[in-house]
T-cell receptor, first 110, second 115 residues
Framework: DAKTTQPPSMDCAEGRAANLPCNHSTISGNEYVYWYRQIHSQGPQYIIHGLKNNETNEMASLIITEDRKSSTLILPHATLRDTAVYYCIVRVRRDDKIIFGKGTRLHILP | NAGVMQNPRHLVRRRGQEARLRCSPMKGHSHVYWYRQLPEEGLKFMVYLQKENIIDESGMPKERFSAEFPKEGPSILRIQQVVRGDSAAYFC?????????????FGPGTRLTVL
């Protein structure tokens, strides 16, 4: 079973920042937090990952709380193309299988 | 650098036939993963392979399903005697397995329809 809890859906206005929360209260010290997204009918796309420090790349920012029990994925300027299901995943090794939960269905509103 | 390739993209089979799904990993990737997504459901891990070896098949149904990743050529997911419940999207992912960027990159999927 997935070790994370996410809201089933969220809305965000186009151009605004989309903040997607994730709870992972049972995360172990050696587990990373990963985010993937799946745009309708396509294969999942890697977004970002982190261990305990906040991370930023060209797609998004990842904010991990100090106790590591929750995190937030931030899409700084959401566009209609960001409409997708976003999955928050915890896992130990980069080559480990991915256990997908139900994710958050993000709707970007024009 | 081409991404993960899967073919066919769409496959239609009648009950009882065999389905063969192919996955060509990204160049330089020696790890392959197969996932299945049933209609309106999330992705479920099936099997993890490295060249010529099955590393983890904990998500594979015990019967009718098999996977291989030969030394040369693509990885193959084989489903024998398909049933309607096998209708799903099958995604393949690949990774280097090591290093800073051992991320899994997914292919576009094969959509299997069993009539």
């Amino acid at each position: 079973d997935a070790k994370t809890t996410q809201p089933p859906s969220m809305d965000c206005a186009e151009g605004r920042a989309a903040n997607l929360p994730c709870n992972h209260s049972t995360i172990s010290g050696n587990e990373y937090v990963y985010w993937y997204r799946q745009i309708h009918s396509q294969g999942p796309q890697y977004i970002i990952h982190g261990l305990k420090n906040n991370e930023t790349n060209e797609m998004a920012s990842l904010i991990i709380t100090e106790d590591r029990k929750s995190s937030t994925l931030i899409l700084p300027h959401a566009t209609l193309r960001d409409t997708a299901v976003y999955y928050c995943i915890v896992r130990v090794r980069r080559d480990d299988k991915i256990i997908f939960g139900k994710g958050t269905r993000l709707h970007i509103l024009p | 650098n081409a991404g993960v390739m899967q073919n066919p993209r769409h496959l239609v089979r009648r009950r009882g036939q065999e389905a063969r799904l192919r996955c060509s990993p990204m160049k330089g990737h020696s790890h392959v993963y197969w996932y299945r997504q049933l209609p309106e459901e999330g992705l479920k891990f099936m099997v993890y392979l490295q060249k010529e070896n099955i590393i983890d098949e904990s998500g594979m149904p015990k019967e009718r399903f098999s996977a291989e990743f030969p030394k040369e050529g693509p990885s193959i997911l084989r489903i024998q005697q398909v049933v309607r419940g096998d209708s799903a999207a099958y995604f393949c992912a690949s990774s280097t397995g090591t290093g800073l960027n051992g991320e899994q990159f997914f292919g576009p999927g094969t959509r299997l329809t069993v009539l």
